[in-house]
């Protein structure tokens, strides 16, 4: 009898620990970064002002999260990313995308990142 | 066989005495922590510099003192302040927060900014319009 017990009471041991950790998987925290750089033309190496960046964040959700700008005088940019991500995981990643007239779209991805970091990246464009 | 308990009881009571100091007398010394807190306020839209946005930094310790220093942000939205912290010997992590604030936007704030002895942290502010 006693070891009927003891065999029941392991059993609801296991069982607790497996429901807990399914719970604890699913549970998602958010990592937040910054992306900055310059946008220098590929050839001539000078600034490309007015580029459209856009950052994409991605997550182990179905969130995503978008930002963008205007690239200034000096072809400086910055913009955030937002990875929600499970409990387990802690490095979000994110795509960068560069727009401007007369020259090939530009993309950086994937572009690894953890909560508060800065990352510098620095795209070189290639005319049309 | 008496030898062995006299021997045994004092070594006993010599550890017992060795954990007992120990217990009553912490090592409460303190050390200055410095650290440095730099970077830029932007638009959280617009991505552009804020300019002459107020800076405040807090550096916190664990006795009853803390710094403050406090700057406005350049043309640039560069901005530059020091902190520290008076801790334990046996800690060396200080920690710091930054509140910045300007006509027109909602305060931002950032909490736990963990720094040691020199370090340069860079925190990047975007302010969101009221």
């Known amino acids: 009898m006693k070891k009927l017990y003891l065999v029941i009471l392991l059993s609801v041991l296991v069982l607790y620990s497996c429901s807990d950790k399914a719970v604890n998987n699913t549970q998602l925290h958010a990592v937040h970064g910054i992306i900055r750089g310059n946008v220098y033309d590929s050839a001539t190496k000078h600034p490309v002002f007015n580029a459209k960046v856009v950052a994409l964040g991605f997550s182990d959700s179905k969130y995503q999260s978008f930002d963008s700008c205007m ?7 910055i913009v955030q990313v937002t990875s929600l991500l499970y409990i387990k995981n802690n490095t979000g990643h994110a795509g960068l995308e560069i727009y401007k007239d007369g020259y090939k779209i530009w993309t950086g991805n994937p572009i690894y990142f953890q909560d508060q970091d800065i990352i510098e990246v620095i795209p070189f464009l290639d005319k049309q | 066989m008496k030898k062995i308990v006299a021997l045994s009881l004092l ?3 010599t550890i017992c005495h060795g954990c007992h100091k120990k217990s009553v007398e912490p090592d409460n010394r303190l050390h200055l922590i410095e ?4 970077g830029n306020v932007y638009d959280a839209i617009s991505k552009r510099p804020v300019v002459d946005a107020r800076v405040e930094a807090t550096g916190f310790s664990e006795v009853d003192h803390w710094s403050s220093d406090s700057c406005y942000t350049d043309s640039n939205g560069f901005y530059i302040v020091q902190v520290n912290s008076l801790l334990y010997l046996k800690n060396t992590t200080g ?5 910045v604030s300007k006509d027109g936007y909602l305060p931002w704030t950032s909490h736990g900014i963990l720094y040691q002895d020199q370090d340069i942290k860079e925190v990047i502010a975007f302010l969101e319009k009221q």
């Open chain 1, 71 to 77: 690239t200034d005088s000096n072809g400086f940019y």
């Open chain 2, 11 to 13: 070594f006993a009571l």
């Open chain 2, 35 to 38: 650290g440095t807190i730099r």
């Open chain 2, 95 to 99: 920690s710091a927060m930054l509140e």
